[in-house]
């Protein structure tokens, strides 16, 4: 049926052989599962007491670490989003006001209000900026922060605040940079 339409769709661009036989599709495709344990098997400190306490300890430290990156991934996060309204709510070169999407202050907004369950590490301190953010954009929408000069400078100004406040939060690492053609 999905291929008949495509047929239809692409007209002279359809060929038959992009499309495999449903059978072999089907045959492609496997769902699996695994119960996972997070943690030292109790059985190990019959074995030795030493050996379990320094698994218990490398377990604690992935755990440990995992927590640091979704803390980081948060704030960064929202360091990109609450940066990018900064930047679009400044003026441009011309003096006039850059344009402003609607989706700027919509997926800032969805942030801010799913923060409280994608909290898991119960970071405090981006807490108290998504709190900040909040209250900057309580009952302000798209259409007010292009009309109303005022609000508009008063939401930048905040943002400017939040993100230099998140600047000192976010670790940033390091990257290499690979060269692939041969000289």
């Not at 239809?8 to 038959?16: A, D, E, F, G, T």
């Not at 609607?102 to 799913?114: A, I």
């Not at 390091?174 to 041969?182: I, L, P, S």
Request: proline content about 3%; overall charge negative.
């Amino acid at each position: 049926m999905l291929c008949q339409e495509a047929s239809q769709r692409l007209r002279s661009l359809y060929n038959p052989s992009d499309y495999p036989p449903e059978d072999y599709v089907a045959q492609q495709f496997t769902f699996s599962w695994q119960y996972i344990s997070f943690g030292v098997p109790d059985q190990l400190r019959e074995i030795s007491t030493k050996i379990w306490q320094d698994e218990r300890e490398k377990a604690a430290e992935v755990m440990a670490e995992a927590g640091r990156e979704i803390q980081q991934v948060l704030r960064a996060a929202m360091a990109g989003l609450v940066t990018h309204m900064r930047d679009r709510l400044k003026e441009g070169p011309d003096g006039k006001p850059l344009k402003f999407k609607e989706s700027t202050v919509s997926k800032l907004v969805e942030f801010l209000d799913v923060f409280e369950f994608r909290n898991v590490t119960n970071d405090a301190d981006l807490s108290g900026l998504v709190e900040k953010a909040r209250e900057l954009l309580k009952g302000v929408d798209s259409e007010d922060l292009r009309t109303t000069a005022h609000l508009r400078a008063r939401v930048q100004q905040g943002m400017t605040e939040i993100a230099a406040q998140l600047d000192t939060m976010v670790v940033k690492k390091g990257t290499r940079k690979f060269r692939m053609e041969e000289e």
